[in-house]
């Protein structure tokens, strides 16, 4: 790769270049990643404790948080800290690894977002079937096979951009290191593996989104036959998913289906699935299931009681 390229580092220009709004939006986002890291980690060790949330709905619930916490501290901290700085760098190399990271654990989060799809049509659609279908070696292999295509995906993308020649310019249009703002100052005609990224991201982003919203029109489809209290049941834990699903797919769509722009309202996007969205559904999903917020209180009440004692 040395020997391709004259440019050993990277100066990313940032969300904003007034310093007063950065110090603004850094007294902003440090609070929002601190919740996001809490939040997350809060359903991650409730999960694994408490004995009422051992369902394979929760399983997974707990991965998806955990993959929350490692999506969003793969930009946010960086970005947080540029923030404070005059001249934001970063080397070619720890912007490669920041691709890696952020499409590895990004697409991790979209196949778990799939996995809890199908528990969901499974406990709903075949319930007298759900726990023979849905047993703990199943749920483990899903969520293994999750990490997996995340790593797959994130290997194609760090294989089409390693060969790229950077000689110069060396300025990346945006507040951390993504695909679109680092072929945008390659060297070379970038045609062929825009291409493949159209493909491996944002084709891949929207039949994932295709198939997640099939899925809950089948459920929802299925939940005439169910009893007044399941539908309210059922309904209150889709609703919970299909807002995540929601606000997790229509940034990514928008930004990976588009060509590549360097307009300020790209990146407002991109904070938005990169800094809110990972806070946000913590909130979702433990404002609207009794059982999270009772494990929750439950968890802490020992803690509090066994600190008295």
């Known amino acids: 790769m040395a020997s391709a390229n ?46 009422s949330l051992h369902s394979p709905m929760y399983f997974f619930l707990g991965y998806l948080s955990l993959v929350e916490i490692c999506y969003s501290s793969t930009v946010v901290p960086k970005f947080i800290t540029d923030l404070l700085a005059k001249v934001k760098t970063i080397s070619l190399r720890g912007c490669l690894a920041q691709i890696f990271f952020f499409h590895f654990f990004g697409v991790t989060e979209i196949l778990l977002l799939a996995v809890m799809a199908y528990d969901r049509y499974v406990a709903i659609c075949k319930p007298l079937y759900y726990t023979a279908i849905m047993s703990r070696p199943v749920c483990h292999r899903l969520v293994a096979g999750s990490w997996l295509g995340g790593f797959f995906h994130s290997i194609i993308q760090i294989f089409i951009t390693i060969p790229l020649p950077f000689c110069g310019p060396n300025v990346i249009d945006h507040y951390f290191c993504d695909l679109h703002p680092l072929f945008k100052i390659a060297c070379t005609d970038t045609f062929v593996v825009g291409i493949i990224m159209f493909v491996n991201s944002g084709l891949f982003s929207v039949f994932s989104f295709l198939f997640l919203v099939s899925s809950y029109i089948v459920i929802l489809f299925n939940l005439r036959n169910h009893s007044a209290e399941g539908r309210r049941k059922a309904l209150s834990t889709c609703a919970s998913h299909i807002t995540v699903v929601i606000l997790f797919f229509g940034p990514a769509i928008f930004l990976y289906l588009r060509p590549a722009s360097t307009y300020t309202e790209d990146k407002l996007v991109a904070v938005f699935y990169t800094v809110i969205t990972p806070m946000l559904n913590p909130i979702i999903y433990t404002l609207r299931n009794a059982e999270v917020k009772n494990a929750i209180r439950k968890l802490w009440g020992k803690k509090v009681n066994s600190r008295i004692e």
Do not use: W
């Not at 580092?9 to 310093?19: A, N, R, V």
């Open 6 to 51: 004259n440019v050993t580092e990277l100066i990313i220009t940032g969300l904003f270049q007034d310093p007063e709004v950065q110090r603004a939006c850094f007294v902003l986002f440090l609070p929002v990643y601190l919740a996001t890291v809490v939040g997350n980690g809060l359903i991650v060790v409730t999960v694994s404790v408490s004995k």
